[in-house]
């Protein structure tokens, strides 16, 4: 089996299991994504599926929007829908490569659901695995950290599918020779002030001491197993010494920290306030250390991660929520139910007015409301509830059923919450 033959089995090997009638591609324009789409031409020609390919324009840098035209122009080429997103990038940022990471996801996830396609494909290869894993390391990484990116994801209620995590660059560029085919190269791949470069550069420096790709990506894969027995034992835990409420409170036991070691007590609480947040990623390690210890203190009180906050409700139970501040005002919706905050889904009445918005509650809003809510038993975790206003007056609050406009249903249930931290 030649080259050729060989990249288009594998594909047609990973995308066997799919069966949509249409598929979306993030494709950048890079020799990886390229070759994707050529790929997935075949494929989508051969099983009859519609493609629907995606470029985002994060215009960080000149050349970006000319890898756009190019990526456009090539996609029209094989005669397939084609959609430009751009990101504003936010005055003040900090890990800017992170920043447009989530955005771009964001995006994309919105672009999808408009376009009612389920599944987007992202040209991940086996490098980017080794380098994924590599970085990860280098960070510190647990063995969560060292199972690497997995072959599919649920992120923002769209499928991530990576079809080509078994396949290497160099054979995706052959092959690209070989058919004559163009790409762009983006120049931050040389940058070696980017981790991700370093840890490119770096390979070349295992292999001399028999670290190879192999070695690393089975390495991932025992790590894939261990962490299925961490994760079983996490959901044991979760069961025993955790309650969800109706409004998305959690109430923590604190007994789990003398029944359990720590990697099965950090686990549940990444997972549960990946849950309350709505955030995709957990916290970083040793925040979450910081905040396990402040929580098993006798004297602990309050304290805050990731905009969760936890506070002590007797000797032995805590309670997790929503910070009311954390969740973000929006009035640019596509459709009238969409998942605000990552965690509720908010049904409109009717299209917003251009004065009106979703947001969280707060104080100031139950303060307007208080007086007609007082037979009512006020709880916390009610002012982060997502509310309608008109301009800062409060139209609607359903968590008080006050008001008229939207409504709004708790996406979390006990088995959705243990998804939270047995994936990432």
């Not at 390495?219 to 069961?239: I, Q, Y």
Request: net charge positive; charged share 30%; with cysteine.
């Amino acid at each position: 089996m030649n080259l050729q033959e060989k990249l288009k089995y594998e594909f047609q090997n990973q995308m066997d299991k799919f069966d949509d009638d249409k598929i979306g591609l993030a494709v950048s324009g890079g020799g990886d994504s390229i070759a994707m789409l050529v790929l997935a031409s075949e494929w989508a020609t051969f099983n009859k599926k519609k493609i629907y390919v995606v470029t985002v324009n994060h215009n960080l840098r000149k050349e970006a929007k000319e890898e756009v035209n190019f990526t456009r122009e090539f996609t029209k080429k094989l005669g397939f829908s084609h959609s430009t997103l751009d990101w504003k990038r936010p005055t003040q940022v900090g890990n800017l490569q992170s920043q447009a990471s989530l955005a771009r996801k964001k995006l994309i996830s919105d672009w999808a659901k408009e376009n009612k396609i389920k599944t987007v494909l992202l040209a991940h290869t086996i490098d980017d695995q080794v380098e994924t894993i590599l970085m990860r390391f280098s960070r510190g990484s647990g063995v969560d950290g060292l199972v690497g990116m997995k072959k599919l994801v649920d992120i923002n209620g769209i499928f991530w599918l990576r079809p080509l995590l078994k396949i290497t660059r160099s054979d995706l560029r052959k092959f690209l020779k070989f058919n004559k085919l163009n790409w762009v190269e983006d120049p931050t791949n040389e940058d070696r002030k980017y981790l991700r470069v370093k840890s490119r550069n770096i390979i070349s420096q295992l292999r001399k001491m028999g670290i190879n790709t192999d070695l690393v990506v089975n390495t991932s894969v025992r790590m894939k197993n261990a962490k299925k027995v961490l994760d079983d034992v996490a959901v044991e835990a979760f069961n025993n010494f955790i309650t969800l409420k109706k409004w998305g409170d959690i109430e923590l036991n604190k007994d789990i920290f003398s029944y359990y070691r720590e990697d099965t007590i950090l686990r549940t609480l990444a997972g549960i306030i990946k849950g309350i947040s709505g955030s995709v990623y957990r916290p970083r390690y040793r925040e979450l250390i910081n905040f396990a210890e402040g929580l098993n203190n006798k004297n602990f009180k309050a304290r805050t991660l990731s905009g969760v906050l936890a506070r002590a409700v007797s000797k032995n139970k805590i309670v997790l929520r929503r910070e009311p501040s954390h969740p973000m005002c929006i009035s640019n919706f596509k459709s009238k139910n969409f998942i605000w905050d990552g965690r509720w889904l908010v049904s409109l009445a009717k299209p917003l007015s251009k004065s009106e918005y979703i947001g969280p509650l707060g104080n100031n809003g139950y303060q307007q409301i208080k007086n007609y809510v007082e037979d009512k038993k006020t709880n916390e975790c009610f002012l982060s509830t997502p509310t309608l206003f008109l301009e800062d007056k409060v139209i609607s609050s359903p968590a008080f059923e006050y008001g008229n406009g939207i409504s709004c249903k708790l996406q979390h249930n006990k088995k959705q919450f243990i998804n939270c931290f047995i994936t990432h």
